[in-house]
């Protein structure tokens, strides 16, 4: 009974993935496969046209949507781990309330937070409207509707989900070691070079994955704040579901991005050295 205790211990998690993962999942690879319509229903024929049609027939925004979700997830990087570092090493006592504020704006809707930055980004809106009217930028000026703002919109959202584990990984880092390489003569670059970046490497891989993901399939900035020219995969999802009701269609999208996102995180934990990371988060 001790041997099958670790066993029935872990059952309750597998029934809950198995439940509400692996059935779902199979159910939506079962109508990728099926030819129909929401009239006359739909039928299994094993229709792998159904992933060739999708994938040509949407091919730019799946471009688009990768192209967008990998500038925003370098931008969350770029921003987030210096916000990261200087909460774990210069914040002080003074740490949770930082990560507090940092916080904060989940407790409004993630849609609520879009429509609000689209008021800010609208051509006469709280932010440009005055400069317009102070003749500090031209009147055809705009940034709504624009690819930056959708970029923009998701390292908004995103960022906490990148700030978070590069802190957690930072905040153990045992300040000994980065003064014990001071007294090896590194100077501070090379200390962070050497030292501290390898050891927050674990924060970093989780937090590209923890932002590149979502920020890919993400439908709501580019709804909100892109329009009609930079539509995303996850808008040509939702429509082919909610609007078009060509189920087939959607789940042969649903996978395809699926397994290129898993293919994706492969290459990029093979690139940076999964084994590595492992042994850095593991000290």
């Known amino acids: ?57 949407f091919s730019t925004q799946f471009v688009r949507s990768f192209v967008y979700g990998g500038l925003a997830t370098l931008a969350m990087l770029v921003i987030g781990y210096p916000v990261a570092y200087w909460i774990a090493f210069k914040a002080g006592a003074r740490k ?14 993630f849609v609520l937070r879009t429509i609000s930055w689209g008021f800010m980004l609208a051509d006469d809106g709280i932010l440009f409207g005055p400069l317009k009217s102070a003749g500090l930028l031209p009147t055809e000026f705009h ?32 300040p000994r070691v ?10 501070r670059f090379a200390a962070f070079r050497r030292v501290v970046l390898p050891l927050s490497l674990p924060g970093v891989f989780a937090g590209v994955l923890m932002t590149f993901v979502p920020a890919v399939a993400d439908p709501v900035n580019a709804q909100i704040l892109g329009g009609t020219s930079n539509t995303m995969i996850g808008n040509i999802i939702q429509t082919e579901y909610l609007t078009n009701l060509n189920y087939p ?12 996102l898993l293919v994706g995180i492969f290459l990029y934990a093979r690139a940076l050295g999964t084994e590595n990371v492992l042994e850095a988060a593991a000290r």
């Open 143 to 174: 940034v709504l509707a624009t690819s930056v703002a959708v970029i923009g919109g998701l390292t908004y959202n995103f960022l906490p989900f990148m700030i978070l584990p590069i802190y957690v990984a930072l905040e153990r880092v045992d």
């Open 1 to 57: 009974m001790k041997r099958l205790t670790p066993y029935l211990l872990a059952l309750p998690s597998w029934m809950w993935l198995a439940i509400f993962l692996v059935v779902p999942m199979v159910a939506m690879l079962s109508v990728s496969l099926q030819t129909g319509n929401a009239i006359d229903g739909y039928a299994m024929t094993f229709s792998v046209s159904n992933y060739t049609n999708a994938i040509s027939q």
């Open 249 to 260: 269609t959607a789940a042969a999208l649903s996978f395809t991005l699926m397994a290129v």
């Open 96 to 109: 949770s309330m930082y990560l507090f504020l940092l916080l904060l704006p989940f407790f409004v809707s």
């Open 178 to 187: 980065v003064e014990a390489a001071y007294d090896l003569y590194c100077g």
